[in-house]
């Protein structure tokens, strides 16, 4: 179960990673960004913290600072969509199943302890 977990864990992020470098690097993206007013440090300070917080949360013993990042970055996203007149949705999407992988993996975590005393 572990082992799905961390697939589980590692395809989110990874697929969060790809989404933040393709905002951060492609057309539609830099065009987004600047109808927010955001200028390109503006947009370095919101993105790395998450491209971090996503290769975190893919890694167990990391999992919860990840988790972290993660949420306080897409919490940041999310306004900035909303400023522009975007719906955030699927920001809200990757942070509902990050916590339900997060709970998941907790509880196996605890189970396993469990079973080993």
């Known amino acids: 179960m572990r082992v799905a977990l961390a697939g589980a864990r590692g395809l989110l992020g ?64 999310m306004i900035v969509h909303i400023r522009i007149g975007e719906g955030p949705w699927h920001l809200a999407a990757y942070a509902l199943v990050a916590a339900v992988l997060l709970y998941v993996t907790r509880r196996t975590m605890s189970a396993e302890v469990e079973r080993l005393r």
């Open 14 to 77: 990874g697929w969060l990673i790809a989404t933040t470098v393709s905002s951060l690097t492609g057309p539609a993206g830099l065009a987004a960004w600047s109808a927010a007013g955001m200028g390109g440090l503006n947009r370095v300070a919101i993105t790395l913290p998450e491209i971090v917080g996503a290769a975190l949360f893919a890694l167990e013993p990391t999992m919860f600072t990840g988790f972290a990042l993660l949420l306080a970055t897409l919490l940041v996203a």
